[in-house]
């Protein structure tokens, strides 16, 4: 059965900081991984799509990497900005069979301070 | 402008009366999911549907009910036999691609509290 999961589960930094989110996953058949925002009492943003035939994504300040064969995921956020603060979850779509049910890490709450 | 809409934000009910969930999509997608929320357990899937007229039982389908009758639209019941129906609802939706750039889209939530 697929697990993620999160570390650290919370990490507070100074602004302008460059910081890397991590993610790890048991089962390295999937088909994508997806990183989500999530802000306080809000739905989930979809930050970046990583599919499993590539190594990263880049997206503004933020860049995904994926290695698949030792089940990581990291989210590296350049320059920090207090408004960068929210929750980042980590999602793997696995290939099993015709689902497309995607499995959740915990997230890793942040905190950028001004 | 596309997105995903639920309604009501906030919901608040009774214990034993069973409450109905809004949920829709203009985007097109095939395909439409239910998680819940709780704190420090996150998002586990409580049904799916990838084509109208049919649905999946997810991790956590006990005390839930949903329909596919139009595709822009899957509401979801919290019905009496819910134990513990208190949570964050989201709902989320995919084009239902081959796979790996299937992205999936979510809604901005809605926070039913049972007493």
């Keep these: 059965k697929q697990e993620v999961t999160q570390i650290p589960a919370a990490l507070s ?16 058949a999937i088909y994508n991984l997806q990183w989500f925002r999530q802000d306080p009492g809000k739905g989930l943003t979809s930050l970046l799509l990583i599919q499993s035939s590539q190594r ?3 997206s503004g300040r933020l860049n995904a990497s994926l290695d698949k064969s ?10 920090s900005q207090p408004g960068d603060s929210a929750t980042y979850l980590c999602a793997v779509l696995p290939r099993q069979g015709g689902s497309e049910k995607l499995v959740f890490g915990k997230g890793t709450k942040l905190t950028v301070n001004p | ?13 009774k214990e034993g009366q069973n409450v109905t969930l809004s949920c829709e999509q203009n985007l097109n997608h095939d395909a439409m999911y239910w998680y819940r929320q709780d704190p420090g357990q996150g998002l586990r899937l409580i049904y799916y549907s990838q084509i109208v007229n049919d649905f999946q039982k997810g991790d956590i389908a006990e005390g839930y009910s949903v329909s596919r009758e139009k595709k822009e639209s899957f509401p979801l019941t919290v019905t009496s036999a819910q ?18 750039t299937d992205e999936q889209y979510f809604g901005p939530g809605t926070r039913l509290t049972v007493t």
Excluded at chain 1, 13 to 28: A, K, R, Y
Excluded at chain 1, 70 to 79: M, P
Excluded at chain 2, 91 to 99: E, N, P
Aim: charged share 15%.
């Design chain 1, 13 to 28: 930094v100074p602004e302008g900081e460059n910081l890397v989110l991590n993610c790890s996953f048991t089962d390295s």
């Design chain 1, 70 to 79: 030792s089940g990581r995921s990291t989210l590296y956020i350049a320059a």
């Design chain 2, 83 to 100: 134990k513990n129906p208190t949570a964050f609802y989201l709902c989320a939706s995919s084009i239902r691609s081959s796979g790996s």
């Design chain 1, 56 to 58: 990263e994504q880049t």
């Design chain 2, 1 to 13: 402008d596309g997105g995903i809409t639920q309604s009501p934000k906030y919901l608040f009910r």
